[in-house]
């Protein structure tokens, strides 16, 4: 991942700027070059070491845990292209800032160190500016109807909002240790409120570590409840962490250090933890900051982080975030506009997903079976090559596919959902072209995660009362409000159902029964385990363990299990992570106030002493516990002090969780463009149908399963509760509403072209662009109102940077016109290509003209 080496252009100031006519001088401009070129060094060198380590590591089968959890967290091009971006801007910042340091011993503030215009370039040189630019948004049909795969102008007068490769949105202005945006708890000698923060290893030791076997189970939830609120967490966020593990400034390998130096901040390990001896600190990397929201002052604003997906409910885990991602996922040579499958392996006849395509090194795939490890007896010990019909890590829309069995499950099924609603409406409209089926179903599909979470789950996290007080009835959609996923929400408040997690993986045989060939698994020999699916019996038995499994009821005393604490992501080594304490480090990286400004920001009362503590924790020895580890309740961790709170009735989780997460969820609905209640989106008979969508359905039209709980979020306590598939309350999804007629009432019945054609977009045919770098087309017609008569529909594409970026294929909402000769395409495709490259790196703003090969439109 060697950075380019930027041939810098002079276009950084290096004279002294005066402010507002005062004789103040920018401390830092004089150091801008300097700085810039030493900052391009070091996190070129910093990604390379990493990388070099990385691929060691993997050669000698030793994947460290800490590497999986970067694994887990893989990120797009253009997601890295951003993060690049970022880490240059901040690096720099510092290294000018160290170098004021050393010229003045002065600390300067943000305001003294650069100009505006100083900060101005800095963003164009190391390519911020570009990555805050805001898209133009279409209003044609296609964008009425369909959301697009990044979330990116679902709001067209704030086309960022709820898109991915945007920095989380604050509640709460952070609270970071200095100006610089270090973490709270860097320093582990600074004070807040007179009292330093405790090590959050020692926390997760002392407050949530739970014996395996000391658990108490959820008398009326299933484990399913808890799968899917991981599911939608996969849906909402996903930050990424800084690409580099080695220190920026040292070099040195963060994975075998105590040191505090960005991106690292390893977690301490307390001497009176067990692991002692073993190393001293725990590997943590910073998340990787973000660019900021475009402002010129953007890289001196504090530090934001980063959310790589979109924000909205839309099975964006199942399609991909980036159109790059969507494209990689889709069959291009189904007339069918189905996913992709797995050409290797089939699940006793159904469909797995793809796997991800990996280097030559197969053999040493993370998601494979572990060589040498203490791991299950039935785990081959040899490191020889793989066979040919070797299992990888699958291939999802979101990164974290592999992270649990449970997760492969609801993937799995999921893709298959999708292309059994595809040849669905293919039986019901023919003339539909491929990518008409693929954006109809994704938009059921999205409209269905939706019903299921709002209708399903959250009035059973909640509780019914807590919706009803914080989730009025749906008024239609506001654009006013903006859905992006809150900080809070991602590094605190939606990580509450750690606590609800079983320590043990339930694999059942048909009719729900113990299979002594597949046992149930320790939940860290379940982890990042995909070969287990393929070679160990499918989805099934793990759909059916997470259907008759209770979730892990969250309870004082018995908080985490130690699956998640000691034995995180436990690989081929290396000391394995401590999930509770990754949550707590995670929010002090973040900046995120302490609990009890989370408390007042919620109209809750705020506790100040063990006693206030104690009666709203409804627990004295607890209170007691945080006190003595925290000094005053205004400095513990807001996840820790969030998911102490006794659950409200109905609910599983407190009074400011439930504030917490309701409003998310609120803004999520309101702010979507695409909700699917929302008026035009769906017909009236199509919601009528939508409204009853039944997971249920869904495990039985996508496994072999063929007895199921009604309602699968609820404890079924035996197998014989179970319902046949057939029964009549395991609701069929009917898809008639959906069928079209295929005669335009005013041009009547529609000439039959090579693609396809929907009256969707009033009479606008859609139609698939070959992929590769070849335009086709222009065979598309739409009906003319004016002379009622079939007509070409107009060519309609932005500009040949567009074209160039999505071409393979063009969405769909882009028609791409004939080519007169491939050869004039290629000639400008290339000079193309250089143009971007050249204005990649290059800060000065090269405009592109329409080179011929696209119209625009707009
Ligand atoms: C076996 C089950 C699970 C495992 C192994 C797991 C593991 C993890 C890990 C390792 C992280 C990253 C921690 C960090 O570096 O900060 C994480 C983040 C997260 N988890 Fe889980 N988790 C599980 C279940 C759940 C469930 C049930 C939920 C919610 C209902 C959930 C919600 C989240 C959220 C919201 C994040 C933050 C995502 C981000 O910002 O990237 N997880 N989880």
């Known amino acids: 991942m060697a950075l380019l080496l930027l041939s810098l252009p002079q276009c950084v100031s290096s004279n002294k700027v005066f402010h507002n006519n005062s004789e103040m001088v920018y401390l830092g401009s004089q150091f801008v070059e300097e700085a810039l070129q030493r900052a391009v060094e070091l996190t070129d060198a910093a990604y390379r070491r990493t990388s070099e380590r990385v691929k060691m590591s993997l050669s000698e089968g030793a994947l460290r845990p800490s590497d999986l959890l970067a694994e887990f967290k893989q990120t797009e091009p253009r997601?890295?292209?951003?993060?690049?971006?970022?880490?240059?801007?901040?690096?720099?910042?510092?290294?000018?800032?160290?170098?004021?340091?050393?010229?003045?011993?002065?600390?300067?503030?943000?305001?003294?160190?650069?100009?505006?215009?100083?900060?101005?370039?800095?963003?164009?040189?190391?390519?911020?500016?570009?990555?805050?630019?805001?898209?133009?948004?279409?209003?044609?049909?296609?964008?009425?109807?369909?959301?697009?795969?990044?979330?990116?102008?679902?709001?067209?007068?704030?086309?960022?909002?709820?898109?991915?490769?945007?920095?989380?949105?604050?509640?709460?202005?952070?609270?970071?240790?200095?100006?610089?945006?270090?973490?709270?708890?860097?320093?582990?000698?600074?004070?807040?409120?007179?009292?330093?923060?405790?090590?959050?290893?020692?926390?997760?030791?002392?407050?949530?570590?739970?014996?395996?076997?000391?658990?108490?189970?959820?008398?009326?939830?299933?484990?399913?409840?808890?799968?899917?609120?991981?599911?939608?967490?996969?849906?909402?966020?996903?930050?990424?962490?800084?690409?580099?593990?080695?220190?920026?400034?040292?070099?040195?390998?963060?994975?075998?250090?105590?040191?505090?130096?960005?991106?690292?901040?390893?977690?301490?390990?307390?001497?009176?933890?067990?692991?002692?001896?073993?190393?001293?600190?725990?590997?943590?990397?910073?998340?990787?900051?973000?660019?900021?929201?475009?402002?010129?002052?953007?890289?001196?604003?504090?530090?934001?982080?980063?959310?790589?997906?979109?924000?909205?409910?839309?099975?964006?885990?199942?399609?991909?975030?980036?159109?790059?991602?969507?494209?990689?996922?889709?069959?291009?040579?189904?007339?069918?506009?189905?996913?992709?499958?797995?050409?290797?392996?089939?699940?006793?006849?159904?469909?797995?997903?793809?796997?991800?395509?990996?280097?030559?090194?197969?053999?040493?795939?993370?998601?494979?079976?572990?060589?040498?490890?203490?791991?299950?007896?039935?785990?081959?010990?040899?490191?020889?090559?793989?066979?040919?019909?070797?299992?990888?890590?699958?291939?999802?829309?979101?990164?974290?596919?592999?992270?649990?069995?449970?997760?492969?499950?609801?993937?799995?099924?999921?893709?298959?959902?999708?292309?059994?609603?595809?040849?669905?409406?293919?039986?019901?409209?023919?003339?539909?072209?491929?990518?008409?089926?693929?954006?109809?179903?994704?938009?059921?599909?999205?409209?269905?995660?939706?019903?299921?979470?709002?209708?399903?789950?959250?009035?059973?996290?909640?509780?019914?009362?807590?919706?009803?007080?914080?989730?009025?009835?749906?008024?239609?959609?506001?654009?006013?409000?903006?859905?992006?996923?809150?900080?809070?929400?991602?590094?605190?408040?939606?990580?509450?159902?750690?606590?609800?997690?079983?320590?043990?993986?339930?694999?059942?045989?048909?009719?729900?029964?113990?299979?002594?060939?597949?046992?149930?698994?320790?939940?860290?020999?379940?982890?990042?385990?995909?070969?287990?699916?393929?070679?160990?019996g499918g989805v099934d038995s793990v759909l059916r363990g997470v259907l008759l499994s209770p979730a892990k009821l969250q309870v004082p005393g018995q908080m985490m299990v130690e699956e998640l604490t000691e034995r995180l992501f436990q690989a081929q080594g290396g000391m394995p992570l401590d999930l509770g304490a990754l949550n707590l480090q995670r929010g002090r990286d973040h900046g995120l106030p302490g609990y009890s400004s989370w408390r007042e920001f919620c109209g809750l009362s705020v506790p100040n002493t063990t006693t206030d503590l104690a009666a709203v924790l409804e627990n004295l020895a607890l209170a007691q516990k945080f006190l003595e580890l925290y000094g005053t309740p205004r400095n513990i961790d807001v996840w820790v002090g969030a998911i102490s709170e006794p659950a409200l009735p109905g609910g599983r989780v407190g009074p400011l969780l439930s504030c917490l997460l309701a409003k998310q969820f609120r803004a999520l609905r309101d702010g979507d463009r695409f909700w699917w209640e929302r008026d035009g989106l769906f017909t009236a008979a199509q919601r009528k149908r939508l409204k009853r969508a039944s997971l249920a359905r869904i495990i039985c039209d996508n496994s072999h399963i063929v007895r199921v709980p009604a309602d699968p979020f609820s404890r079924t306590e035996s197998a014989g509760d179970m319902l046949p598939c057939s029964h009549p309350h395991i609701t069929q999804l009917d898809l008639s509403p959906w069928k079209e007629p295929d005669t335009d009432p005013r041009c009547g019945v529609i000439p039959r072209i090579q693609y396809g054609y929907s009256l969707l977009c009033d009479s606008m045919i859609l139609f698939q662009c070959h992929s590769g770098f070849k335009l086709q087309g222009s065979s598309s017609v739409t009906c003319d109102p004016g002379s009622q008569q079939w007509r070409p529909a107009p060519p309609t594409c932005h500009d040949i940077d567009e074209c160039m970026e999505q071409m393979s294929p063009c969405p769909t909402d882009m028609h791409c016109i004939n080519m007169s000769g491939s050869f004039l395409c290629t000639g400008l495709i290339i000079l193309a290509l250089i143009m971007i490259w050249y204005r990649r790196y290059f800060p000065k703003k090269q405009e592109l003209v329409n080179g011929g090969c696209c119209q625009g439109n707009s």
């Open 79 to 536: 997601t890295r292209a951003h993060i690049l971006a970022a880490e240059l801007l901040d690096n720099t910042v510092e290294l000018i800032r160290e170098m004021v340091y050393t010229h003045t011993m002065a600390q300067p503030n943000h305001s003294e160190l650069l100009s505006d215009r100083d900060m101005e370039k800095l963003l164009q040189v190391t390519g911020c500016s570009s990555e805050a630019k805001s898209s133009r948004c279409d209003t044609d049909c296609l964008s009425e109807r369909y959301r697009s795969i990044t979330g990116e102008c679902n709001n067209r007068q704030h086309p960022s909002w709820g898109a991915a490769n945007i920095p989380y949105s604050r509640w709460l202005e952070p609270e970071y240790e200095d100006a610089a945006g270090m973490p709270r708890g860097w320093d582990p000698e600074h004070t807040y409120s007179s009292f330093r923060l405790p090590p959050v290893r020692l926390v997760s030791q002392e407050v949530l570590y739970t014996h395996n076997d000391n658990i108490s189970l959820d008398s009326t939830l299933s484990h399913l409840l808890v799968e899917w609120g991981q599911w939608i967490a996969h849906d909402l966020a996903l930050t990424p962490q800084s690409p580099s593990t080695a220190a920026f400034k040292t070099g040195v390998d963060c994975t075998r250090t105590c040191s505090r130096d960005t991106p690292c901040f390893p977690i301490l390990i307390p001497s009176s933890d067990p692991r002692t001896g073993l190393q001293s600190c725990m590997p943590f990397f910073r998340s990787a900051p973000s660019c900021g929201r475009g402002a010129p002052s953007g890289g001196r604003g504090s530090r934001e982080q980063l959310n790589a997906i979109n924000s909205y409910v839309d099975a964006s885990m199942v399609y991909g975030s980036s159109d790059v991602a969507a494209s990689a996922l889709r069959n291009h040579s189904s007339p069918l506009g189905s996913l992709a499958l797995n050409p290797l392996h089939s699940d006793h006849g159904l469909a797995y997903m793809p796997f991800l395509s990996r280097s030559a090194q197969a053999h040493l795939d993370p998601c494979g079976p572990r060589r040498g490890g203490n791991f299950s007896v039935s785990e081959p010990q040899d490191r020889s090559p793989r066979p040919d019909n070797a299992t990888s890590c699958f291939q999802a829309g979101d990164s974290r596919a592999n992270e649990n069995l449970g997760m492969i499950a609801l993937h799995t099924v999921f893709l298959r959902e999708h292309n059994r609603l595809v040849e669905e409406l293919h039986g019901l409209n023919p003339h539909w072209s491929p990518d008409t089926l693929y954006q109809e179903a994704r938009k059921i599909l999205g409209a269905v995660h939706q019903i299921l979470t709002w209708d399903h789950y959250l009035p059973r996290v909640l509780g019914e009362r807590a919706v009803s007080d914080l989730m009025p009835p749906y008024e239609g959609y506001n654009a006013d409000v903006d859905p992006s996923v809150a900080n809070v929400f991602a590094a605190a408040a939606f990580r509450f159902a750690h606590v609800t997690i079983q320590p043990m993986v339930a694999r059942l045989g048909s009719g729900y029964s113990l299979d002594p060939r597949h046992p149930p698994l320790p939940l860290h020999h379940s982890l990042f385990a995909s070969w287990r699916v393929v070679q160990e």
